[in-house]
Every structure is written in structure tokens, then in C-alpha cells.
């Protein structure tokens, strides 16, 4: 039981029926939903066609997972340098880059990215110092991640 029910575990192919799901709420004297947790990265957005824009409508909590997309994203693009112009945002490492790209998205409320390295913990907590990216600046992130 909970007072606070929350939809996780949304797929691409069950995004459709996430945002039905979530625009219910309202319609209802207790909301049906009040939290998401969904998948988004810099290499996967299809969030932001639907469920992020809903969510903010409707005042959810938007937590992310995958912000990493499992560690893929380091094996894609660790071995490239990080651009100049990350500094701007105070990003010394890939991790920060890609998660200051995802809690930048002024729809979501946190990220959960995962580690079994203290290491790379410390890495990542990095990315709660300095400004976040604006939207010119997410815009830069893509287009670089896109031409690598
Ligand atoms: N509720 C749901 O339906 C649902 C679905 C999916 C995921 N989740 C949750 O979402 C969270 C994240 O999922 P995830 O672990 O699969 O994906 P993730 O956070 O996108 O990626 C984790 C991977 O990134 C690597 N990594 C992390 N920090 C790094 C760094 N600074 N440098 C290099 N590599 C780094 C990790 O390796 P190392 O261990 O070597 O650092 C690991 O292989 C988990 O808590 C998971 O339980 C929930």
C-alpha cells in the first residue's frame, strides 16, 4: 500500500500506454499515479516526446535510470577526449558530461546512476558541482556525442 503510487520499469514499447497512464491522473479524486521512473540518456531521448512533457504538465516526480544507458555509453565514447567547452559546465570526465546532460532536462527530479566503484562514485557525485547545461548547451552535447 502506498499513498504515493509511481509507474516504473516503462519500456519504449509501454511508453505509449505510460502516458495514457499518467495523463489519468487528475480525472480522479486520489491520483493514479504521482512518480515515473523511465529510461533517459544523451543517446536515448524518446522520453522527451512524450512522457517528459506530460510529466512536467502534470507534476509528477521523474526519476531516470539507465542514465548510463548500463554502461554502454562509456564503452561507445570514453575513448574519444571530452570537448574543451565541457569545462563551461565543469564537466572533467565522460560521467559528469552524461549526467549533467540527463538532470538538466528541467522535467526530472533525480537520476540513479549505479556503480560497484568508489571510484567512479566519486566521479559521478561530481556532477552535483558547477552549472547545469542550458538548452544551447544540451543542444552542443548531442550534436557532439552525434559525431563521434
Ligand atoms: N525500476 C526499474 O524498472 C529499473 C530499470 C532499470 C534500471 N533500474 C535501476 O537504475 C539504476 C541504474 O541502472 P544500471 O546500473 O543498469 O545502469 P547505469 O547506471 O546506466 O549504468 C551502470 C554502468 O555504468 C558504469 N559506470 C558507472 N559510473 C561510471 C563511471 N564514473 N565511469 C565508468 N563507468 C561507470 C558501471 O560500471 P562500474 O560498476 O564499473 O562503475 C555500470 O556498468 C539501478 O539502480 C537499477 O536498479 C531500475
Same mark, same amino acid.
Not at 31 to 49: F, K
Not at 84 to 91: D, F, R, T, V
Not at 97 to 120: D, E, G, M, N, R
Given at each position: 500500500?502506498?499513498?504515493?503510487?509511481?509507474?516504473?520499469?516503462?519500456?519504449?514499447?509501454?511508453?505509449?500506454?505510460?502516458?495514457?497512464?499518467?495523463?489519468?491522473?487528475?480525472?480522479? !479524486?486520489?491520483?493514479?499515479?504521482?512518480?515515473?521512473?523511465?529510461?533517459?540518456?544523451?543517446?536515448?531521448?524518446?522520453?522527451?516526446?512524450?512522457?517528459?512533457?506530460?510529466?512536467?504538465?502534470?507534476?509528477?516526480?521523474?526519476?531516470?535510470?539507465? !542514465?548510463?544507458?548500463?554502461?554502454?555509453?562509456?564503452?561507445?565514447?570514453?575513448?574519444? !577526449?571530452?570537448?574543451?567547452?565541457?569545462?563551461?559546465?565543469?564537466?572533467?570526465?565522460?560521467?559528469?558530461?552524461?549526467?549533467?546532460?540527463?538532470?538538466?532536462?528541467?522535467?526530472?527530479?533525480?537520476?540513479?546512476?549505479?556503480?560497484?566503484?568508489?571510484?567512479?562514485?566519486?566521479?559521478?557525485?561530481?556532477?552535483?558541482?558547477?552549472?547545469?547545461?542550458?538548452?544551447?548547451?544540451?543542444?552542443?552535447?548531442?550534436?557532439?556525442?552525434?559525431?563521434?
Amino acid at each position: 500500500m502506498t499513498r504515493r503510487p509511481g509507474a516504473s520499469a516503462i519500456s519504449a514499447s509501454q511508453r505509449r500506454m505510460a502516458a495514457a497512464t499518467v495523463r489519468w491522473r487528475g480525472r480522479w !479524486p486520489t491520483p493514479r499515479v504521482d512518480a515515473v521512473q523511465l529510461t533517459y540518456n544523451i543517446t536515448d531521448r524518446s522520453a522527451e516526446q512524450r512522457l517528459l512533457p506530460v510529466a512536467a504538465e502534470r507534476g509528477l516526480a521523474v526519476v531516470i535510470n539507465w !542514465p548510463f544507458r548500463r554502461g554502454e555509453l562509456f564503452r561507445r565514447f570514453a575513448r574519444h !577526449p571530452l570537448p574543451e567547452w565541457a569545462a563551461e559546465i565543469k564537466c572533467t570526465n565522460w560521467a559528469q558530461f552524461f549526467l549533467k546532460f540527463v538532470i538538466s532536462h528541467p522535467a526530472l527530479t533525480c537520476a540513479i546512476p549505479a556503480t560497484s566503484q568508489v571510484s567512479h562514485m566519486k566521479e559521478n557525485m561530481g556532477a552535483l558541482y558547477g552549472a547545469l547545461p542550458d538548452t544551447a548547451m544540451r543542444a552542443r552535447m548531442v550534436r557532439y556525442t552525434e559525431g563521434l
